[in-house]
């Protein structure tokens, strides 16, 4: 045995717990790899990434039958390119699959009663079997929100740190899928083995804990795909991002780098949380006899620690409003990732109980959600919580971008309730947890990637972080803009685009996957911008006359009381259609529908400049 693999083996029998197995599916799972020759636990030696890029077709050649031949690494985005929302990346090699990430995004104003969004899975299905396993860098929604979605179709084990394991339990338990579905907690720098893969996890800093990112080690080279980061030097649980392990990859060599374009426009650092923290202990002096209402995003526990922390220094009992707070709080504190002191959290219905400079509540809202916490409360609209003139509320969060209206509305509705409010800039309330310009260059400074791919975020962020990587010296040709759908494929000396694959958005309305279409969306638009006319009309069977109607039902469309005459002549114009239909000897309710819309559309038109959705409806009996 070479030093190197004494080395090797040490690492590996360090390591050999670290991927613990969430219940026995895994065990199952794992005596088959075993059987295949492969370790799930197998910890990568530096130095072996290396040599087998060296000797890649000898390792190729051992072993696993080798399916593809010598095709090159292909690198398959199916979302999170050109948006901020639903990542999802599918890394492939030598006919073994990975995917890094399956999130969703929400619906634009383009989508009026959709519920959320998720990628096209088509082309994961297709290739399920040579998919090894899920791989997951944090638990926000754009990076876990479409697992439930995906497993109705196909399961697969999934890999990710513990608080991300915790939150993705609670959405297969929502969705009834827990038991079917292989949980693996990983551990920062541990490395798992998928096929001819080996992941390893390693510790970033963002705005929610056991963030990671991921360097994929292949027998081309390894990359680098950074997930969501920012460097934070104190962060709130001490947990630095593991500078030193990407410095390390950069000393050995990585090939390409895909890294996160949130905040690519923004120069400077993003700052450290604990910024925030200093701020909160400023107002909370402030506020001294008032209440404290702070909204935040449910999942960025740390600020939720940082809330606390303040509430107690100051005396203050702590409750926690919205289903989503609830549910992070309660995660959170099962598996310690929160610290609250006894006695100090309270139920929001014993808030009249307990004084309002002795009160700090915790909410959801920070985005000015209709549905929210917050929302209903500046409406008057919530069931225990009355906003008042004696209240100071902070929405420590940023909107993000096209949210900005909601939340300005939210804002008024509070200031004409009389209460104060401290939002944006008006003090440290809010980092990011998106790297800015500094530590996005460090982030390549560390890696030195031969090859750079900017992924998480709107074409102008990617294209932007595309001038950051020249601007340090990465040539043209060397970086590539992806987008959803096309293939990047290297062999370790080139980066090209590939093949074009199916990739898209899936629409999500309720219990329905994917049937709201173009169509129901146009419809749902006409309908929001014109609103509908529905034209009823009785025929008798027998004699094909006009039994009653046409009768005009109108929604959406104009106030009719105002209008009774314009209706009226309406409903003259789609009764003379009718009768000239009728003794045309049209029985085609086809062609009788199309000539009322069209008549009744163009009057209308006429006198309003509006096209309401028109529904003749005719009833033979
Ligand atoms: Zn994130
Ligand atoms: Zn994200």
Redesign the pocket.
Known sequence: MTPEQKAAKAALSQNKNQVQNKNQKQNQNQAQNQKQGQNPNYNQAPNQNQNQNQSSNSKRGRGRPKKTGDSPLRMIPLG?LGE??K?MMVYECQGDAIIVDV?LSFPDESMPGVDLVIPDFTYVIENRDRIKGIVIT?G?E??IGGLAYLFKQAIFPVYATRLTIGLIEGKLKEHGLLDKVTLNVVKPRDTIRLGCFGVEFINVNHSIPDACSMAIHTPYGTLVHT??FKVDYTPINGNIIDLARFGELGSKGVLALLS?S?NAERPGSSGSESVVGVSFDKLFAQAEKKRIIVATFASNVHRVQQIVDAAVKFKRKIAVSGRSMENVVNKALEMGYLNIPSGVLIDVDAIERHPDNKMVIITTGSQGEPMSALTRMAMGDHRKVRVTPNDCIIISASPIPGNEKLVTRVINELLKQGSEVIYDKMYEIHVSG?ASQDELKMMMALTKPKFFIPI?GEYKHQCKHAELAHSMGIEKKNVLVPDIGKVIETDGNFLRFGETVTAGKVLVDGLGVGDVGSIVLRDRRHLAEDGLIVVVTTIDRETGQILSGPDIVSRGFVYVRESEDMIGRARNIARQTIQKCIDNNTREWGVFKQKVRDDVSDYLWQMTKRSPMILPVIQEI
Do not use: A, P, Q, R
């Open positions: 999170g901020v929302g990542n999130g944090h926000h754009d990076h997930g969501d996160d949130t998106h998480h």
